[in-house]
T-cell receptor, first 116, second 113 residues
Framework: NAGVTQTPKFQVLKTGQSMTLQCAQD?????MSWYRQDPGMGLRLIHY???????DQGEVPNGYNVSRSTTEDFPLRLLSAAPSQTSVYFC???????????????FGPGTRLTVL | SQKIEQNSEALNIQEGKTATLTCNYT??????LQWYRQDPGRGPVFLLL?????KEKRKERLKVTFDTTLKQSLFHITASQPADSATYLC????????????FGKGTRLSVIA
């Protein structure tokens, strides 16, 4: 199993550009999520999905879009990049968190994004 | 307001000693509490989970306690080694809401030989 994979590992964008961060998992997990990690702020949830075709907003969703057309893939789209979106982005998956099931999250290696 | 706090940003201890990390929360009612380890440049890795009705959980040199009255979890690493140096994150698993998992900011542990 490859686990959770993310591409690219590094990306530099100019303000106003758009791009898609890719995330895929091969564990047949229903739950997938995107976090951003900033110094002194910890991990903050951007969007999450409890299954194909179902997505919801997390704590900091503005400026980001997601879709979930398959169980395996959960891409994150930056619509018009801003310097405030400079961060490290992590994708995670698990068997599910409904009803507080407590399943462990499997994280990808992260994408380091810089917006100039 | 709701908060989850880890007691310090950084903790230095000597090899062989027990490291104790603290996670406190306010105005949450978690179903579970999880602990993760994160090494520089990598994603977090799950270590342990403890349920709200459990007082203590152990895994090898790791021990976690969970006191829902004090709203606190303690994470212990016994006989610490330099390889234990990393950032440790606690996370609350909530019963409901649009943020089902809430992370603390982490404590950076350095074990000095």
């Amino acid at each position: 199993n490859a686990g959770v994979t993310q591409t690219p590992k590094f990306q530099v964008l100019k303000t106003g550009q758009s791009m898609t961060l890719q995330c895929a998992q091969d564990m047949n997990h229903e739950y997938m999520s995107w976090y951003r990690q900033d110094p002194g702020m910890g991990l903050r949830l951007i969007h999450y999905s409890v299954g194909a075709g179902i997505t919801d907003q997390g704590e900091v969703p503005n400026g980001y879009n997601v879709s979930r057309s398959t169980t395996e893939d959960f891409p994150l789209r930056l619509l018009s990049a801003a310097p405030s979106q400079t961060s490290v982005y992590f994708c995670a998956s698990s068997y599910g968190l409904e009803g507080g099931s407590g399943n462990e999250q499997f994280f990808g290696p992260g994408t380091r994004l810089t917006v100039l | 307001s709701q908060k989850i706090e880890q007691n310090s940003e950084a903790l230095n201890i000597q090899e062989g000693k027990t490291a104790t990390l603290t996670c406190n929360y306010t105005n949450y009612s978690p179903a579970y509490l999880q602990w993760y380890r994160q090494d520089p440049g990598r994603g977090p890795v799950f270590l342990l989970l403890i349920r709200e009705n459990e007082k203590e959980k152990r895994k090898e040199r790791l021990k976690v306690t969970f006191d829902t009255t004090l709203k606190q979890s303690l994470f212990h690493i016994t006989a610490s080694q330099p390889a234990d140096s990393a950032t440790y994150l606690c996370a609350l698993v909530l019963w409901s809401g649009n943020t089902p998992l809430v992370f603390g900011k982490g404590t950076r542990l350095s074990v000095i030989a």
